[in-house]
């Protein structure tokens, strides 16, 4: 039988896979990426020996990306984040000990007596949490009903923070924070040697070895559809390509604009509220207060990791830190400003062996903020587009499974299960570290 042709638009770690997973299974795959590198916000960039990716990244070891990039021999090389020096909440501007377990629990003197109490036991309950009939519930209403205190409700909101992104509690949905703080308990996360682009390689070059062609610099204009079936793509340079089927791995307002017609998929783009942060990364040529790792705000949206601490990424002797502040509707921007002050105060002096930085006042981190009133992961769009035969899509906004970059990996092997039914072509299950 002839392989089914499958077009891939975007080269992120979403298309990457899906192309990967495709190719593996005997389609024959093209990917269009419209930039000149493949990764997109999985990318990583050199500063004065740095390795910068668009902000603190960091990869669940329990997560749906860990399941997929096992299937397809990939083993991210790293240390698990947090096992050693010192864990701080920031609160009026002062370091306190971040409460992680039960010593640190009874020493800390971030919370009350009565916080600790009602914290243990929410620490000791939560991996046994159903989260399916929280779909509809705001996390702020479930923390409600679980912490009786401001102080340990403000401890709980950073923890979420930190492992979903999302600051507006009001908004989220309480399945999707809780179902990713599980993941954060479960397993922890892993920072990237040599930084995600090493990760965006390695999946690439699966691709390439199971014969799939990976075009950069190639932008797609528009999804050519007839009679509601999938035939093909249209590029900028007029070229039209075929294909039995089409996965699209951009924005949902990028899916919009490849079916500029289609009124569902421009409602879908114009309801998805993104989830944003301003970041900063700082290249310094030593670590002013070498103990001092990691700080996440208590009364505010702060973040600050050192993440050379656990991984390769800069010169010897060096440290590359990210400092993030987690973006709002009631906080939508940052100043450069405001985030240096957080390192001021976990490494004060830090201007004095500064080598690289770069600000970033607000970027993507993921497409869609799994919201109670939609539902929350449950309420995502589904990979298969349900009028437009052949047509997919992959990302961090996308299926039930997942947040973050384990949502873009979860859904392009939803994609796979769905075109290699079709195709007749069993998955594959591949060894790890093949
Ligand atoms: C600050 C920050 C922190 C993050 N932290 C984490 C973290 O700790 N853990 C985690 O798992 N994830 C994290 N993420 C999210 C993670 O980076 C993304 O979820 C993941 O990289 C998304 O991959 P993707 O392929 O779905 O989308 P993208 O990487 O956005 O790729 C989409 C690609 O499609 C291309 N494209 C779009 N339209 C077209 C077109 N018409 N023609 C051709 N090409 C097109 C784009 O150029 C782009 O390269 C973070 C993101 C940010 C910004």
């Known amino acids: ?184 308990l479960e397993a922890g996360v892993l920072y990237l040697d040599d930084g995600w682009a090493a990760l965006v390689d390695a999946v690439a070059a699966v691709a390439k070895d199971a014969g799939a062609t990976l075009e950069v610099s190639a932008r797609v204009e528009g999804v050519v559809v007839e009679q509601g079936q999938v035939r093909g793509l249209r590029l900028s340079d007029g070229s039209v390509r075929a294909a039995d089927a089409v996965v699209l791995a951009g924005s949902p307002r990028d899916v919009a604009s490849l079916l500029p017609e289609d009124a569902v998929l421009a409602k879908e783009a114009e309801e998805a509220t993104p989830i944003r942060a301003a970041t900063l990364e700082l290249g310094l040529s030593r670590l002013p207060r070498s103990e001092a790792l990691f700080a996440l705000g208590v009364d505010g949206p702060w973040y600050a990791s050192v993440h050379s601490a656990y991984a390769r990424l800069g010169p010897e002797g060096g440290a590359m830190v990210h400092v993030m502040k987690y973006l709002s509707p009631s906080s939508p921007e940052a100043t450069e400003a405001e985030l240096e002050a957080v390192m001021d105060v976990l490494q004060p002096g830090w201007r004095e062996v500064l080598v690289a930085r770069r600000f970033r006042p607000a970027l993507v981190v993921s497409h869609l903020l799994p919201t109670a009133s939609t539902g929350g992961l449950s309420g995502r769009p589904a990979p298969a587009v349900p009028h437009v035969a052949g047509l997919f899509r992959v990302g961090d906004w996308v299926g039930s499974e997942g947040m973050l970059s384990d949502a873009s990996f979860a859904s392009a092997e939803s994609v796979e299960r769905a075109l290699l039914r079709h195709a007749g072509v069993a998955p594959r299950r591949l060894a790890v570290g093949a």
């Open 1 to 184: 039988m002839e392989a089914k042709k499958v077009a891939v638009v975007g080269g992120g770690l979403g298309g990457l896979t899906t192309a990967a997973l495709l190719a593996r299974g005997g389609c024959a795959v093209t990917l269009y990426e419209r930039s000149k590198h493949l990764g997109g916000r999985a990318q990583t960039t050199d500063v004065e020996g740095f390795r910068f990716n668009l902000g603190p990244h960091a990869l669940y070891r329990a997560g749906a990306g860990m399941r997929v990039l096992g299937r397809l021999g990939v083993k991210p090389r790293g240390r698990v984040a947090g096992e050693s020096g010192g864990s701080y909440a920031l609160r009026a501007g002062r370091l306190h000990t971040l409460p992680r377990g039960p010593v640190s629990l009874l020493t800390t003197d971030a919370l009350q007596l009565s916080s600790k109490l009602e914290m243990a036991r929410l620490l000791a309950s939560l991996r046994r949490v159903d989260t399916e009939p929280l779909t509809h519930v705001p996390m702020r209403q479930w923390l409600d009903t679980r912490m009786s205190r401001e102080d340990g409700r403000a401890l709980v909101a950073a923890l979420v923070r930190v492992a979903t992104y999302a600051s507006d509690l009001d908004a989220l949905s309480a399945e999707a924070a809780v179902t990713q703080v599980q993941l954060a």
